[in-house]
């Protein structure tokens, strides 16, 4: 008969202890549901018996729900995706669960390990920004054992998942718009990430602005973020240079701004630009940047709301219509488009900035 082992016992101690595999040991540990009753009851007596306690088994043999959240983000660096992590910490921490924050670093295989790993875990739900298709899988997994999923600023359709979202093409409209405002009719739609559909979106809203104007759509969209920089330049250099730039996120504002300084192009004497993300340094720029304003820190605690909802709620009651959510932005104007006023044009209209 086995024997308790010396010192601190191992999953391999309960797989030997209880007579299964050590998968099997690792399922009923993370709440899997593919196990029978009796031989979850065994590796449970094992565990009693031998005292493992790893992650969270102390919690599941006490029939305790489990208290972390899982949260992958493309990359920190990022001020919009660190203002959602530290938003999504804030709203998990006043409901008393921990956050298990990773970046993918917009890497596919890394996103996969990512999600792996929080499989093995005793994880409540999870919470990612995907930074690939390559994702769908294993959500679909994740999902199929009762874990729920919230995807935030970029989805997939197909999955039983909550989505959150914010008005990427109604955002785009109005900085068009505003361009149009000043004269501009030659304007660069700048990017790169079109395969997800939160930059998708913008691009559409870009084009049906143009569209409606009678105008020309132009596009300069690229791979990789180091290739906008050269990409506009080229296009600044053309017979017909464009008067106005629209950017679909602020790494892509990024570069192009360090590339106009580097070419002493003027702001917006010789090209007026508008991004799409705000953030904390645009008003401190030697021209300060017009941006259409996402509510990054809401993003991320409407989509822990949302986790937390379907977390608590029973299966029958997550109804797929009610998953969506999707937040206005806000048309922040500073003086790159062409503006000395600083002003702020929200969905009502137009008011002072406060």
């Given amino acids: 008969m086995p024997r308790k082992p010396a010192g601190n016992p191992t999953i391999a101690d309960v797989a030997r202890e209880s007579g299964v595999g050590t998968m099997t040991v690792s399922r009923v540990v993370n709440g899997g549901k593919l196990v029978s009753a009796a031989t979850a009851a065994r590796v449970r007596a094992a565990i009693d018996k031998l005292g493992y306690e790893p992650n969270e088994a102390a919690r599941i043999l006490k029939g305790q729900a489990p208290r972390t959240l899982g949260l992958i983000v493309p990359d920190l660096a990022d001020t919009f995706f660190s ?185 917006p004497q010789e090209v007026a630009i508008i991004g799409f993300d705000d953030f904390e340094l645009a008003p401190l720029l030697a021209v300060p940047l017009t941006a259409v304003r996402q509510p990054a820190a809401e993003l991320g605690r409407s989509a822990t709301r949302l986790l937390l909802e379907r977390v608590h709620s029973h299966p029958a009651d997550l109804r797929p219509a009610r998953t969506r959510i999707v937040l206005p932005t806000e048309l922040v104007i500073r003086r790159s488009c062409g503006c000395e006023a600083i002003r702020k044009i929200a969905n009502d209209g137009t008011r002072p900035l406060q």
Wanted: aromatic content about 4%; charged content about 20%.
């Fill in 83 to 267: 203002i959602c992590a530290h938003a999504v910490q804030q709203m998990a921490a006043k409901h008393g669960y921990m956050t298990l924050l990773l970046a993918s670093e917009r890497d596919r295989e890394s996103e996969a390990r990512e999600l792996a790993m929080m499989k093995s875990r005793n994880i409540a739900g999870i919470l990612i920004v995907p930074s690939s298709a390559g994702c769908i899988g294993q959500l679909r997994e994740l999902r199929a054992r009762g874990i729920p999923v919230v995807m935030l600023d970029r989805t997939f359709p197909g999955l039983d998942a909550g989505e959150v979202m914010v008005e990427n093409r109604e955002g785009t409209k109005k900085a068009i718009n505003h361009l149009f405002e000043h004269g501009h009719r030659n304007i660069l739609c700048i990017g790169y990430d079109s395969e997800f559909n939160s930059i998708a979106q913008r691009m559409q809203g870009y084009e049906s602005a143009m569209t409606d104007a009678g105008l020309k759509p132009q596009f300069a969209v690229v791979k990789e973020s180091a290739l906008v920089g050269p990409q506009v330049l080229k296009r600044l250099r053309s017979s017909k240079p464009p008067s106005a730039l629209f950017t679909l996120n602020n790494v892509t504002t990024t570069q192009v701004l360090s590339m106009l300084q580097r070419e002493n192009i003027h702001i």
